[in-house]
C-alpha cells in the first residue's frame, strides 16, 4: 500500500508536495488537495469535557454563573498588555458585581508577569479559581472549560479561542478589533457566524453550537484518501 503524506498547517511551500494539507481559512492557502478549517485541531469534543468535569468535579461548588476568564498575551498581532488587561477586568468585575457567581481564571505561557502577578489579589472577594502558572500547582484548564457557563478570552490565541468554542457555551472575546492579520480574519469569521461576540459590559447569554472541526476533517482526509 503507497504512503500517503498529510500536511497540517500552511506549508509555506506548494502544496502539490503532499496529497492533502490541511490549514486554516484564515491562511488563505487554496488547493484541489486543502482542506480548509475554521480555526484549529484540538480534542475538545463532549468526551473530553466529561472527563475534565470528573477530575475538577468541585468546581461544581462555585456560584453560578461561572464565568472563565482565558488569558494569552502579547503578539505580531495584537497588543495585550497591562492597560488592556485593566480595561478587560474592569467589564468583567462590573458583571460579577451585578450577577455575582463566579470566575475561573487561567493564565499562559505568553501571559506577561507583570499580568500574572496582578492577577494575585485581583478576585478576592469573589469566589474563584486562579491559575496563574505552575507555582499554582496543576493546570486547571480543561475544568475551567468543562465547567464554565460563559467564557471570556483575551484576543491573540487561535488555539485557545478555537479551544473554548469547542464547548457549548457562549464565548465573549475582548475587542477583537485591535487584532490584525490572519488572526483578524479568523476572529470575523467567528463573529460573522454568530459563534463569538465582542466582550461588552453585560456578556448576555445566547445560543452556541460548538466549533468541531478535528472530528470533520478526519472524515474529510479518510474519504479523499479512500481509507
Avoid at 135 to 147: Q, R
Amino acid at each position: 500500500m503507497p504512503v500517503r503524506t498529510v500536511q497540517i498547517l500552511d506549508p509555506r511551500i506548494d502544496p502539490a508536495h503532499w496529497d492533502l494539507v490541511v490549514a486554516p481559512e484564515h491562511d488563505g492557502l487554496h488547493g484541489g488537495n486543502v482542506i480548509t478549517t475554521l480555526g484549529s485541531l484540538h480534542a475538545v469534543d463532549d468526551a473530553w469535557l466529561a472527563r475534565a468535569r470528573e477530575r475538577f468535579a468541585a468546581f461544581a461548588e462555585l456560584p453560578r454563573p461561572r464565568t472563565a476568564l482565558l488569558l494569552g498575551g502579547p503578539s505580531a498581532h495584537v497588543r495585550f498588555d497591562r492597560m488592556a488587561f485593566e480595561v478587560l477586568a474592569a467589564k468583567l468585575e462590573a458583571v460579577l458585581a451585578r450577577e455575582g457567581g463566579s470566575v475561573l481564571v487561567t493564565a499562559s505561557r505568553r501571559t506577561p508577569r507583570e499580568l500574572r502577578d496582578a492577577l494575585r489579589h485581583r478576585y478576592g472577594e469573589t469566589p474563584s479559581i486562579v491559575w496563574r502558572g505552575e507555582e499554582d500547582g496543576a493546570n486547571p484548564y480543561p475544568g475551567v472549560l468543562a465547567w464554565a457557563d460563559r467564557i471570556v478570552c483575551s484576543p491573540d490565541s487561535v488555539n485557545m479561542i478555537s479551544e473554548a468554542c469547542a464547548t457549548r457555551v457562549p464565548v465573549f472575546v475582548f475587542d477583537p478589533a485591535r487584532v490584525r492579520g490572519r488572526p483578524r480574519r479568523f476572529l470575523d469569521a467567528l463573529l460573522a457566524s454568530g459563534r463569538i461576540r465582542a466582550m461588552d459590559a453585560v456578556l448576555a447569554p445566547f445560543d452556541a453550537e460548538p466549533l468541531r472541526e478535528t472530528a470533520r476533517v478526519a472524515e474529510a482526509v479518510r474519504e479523499r484518501l479512500g481509507l
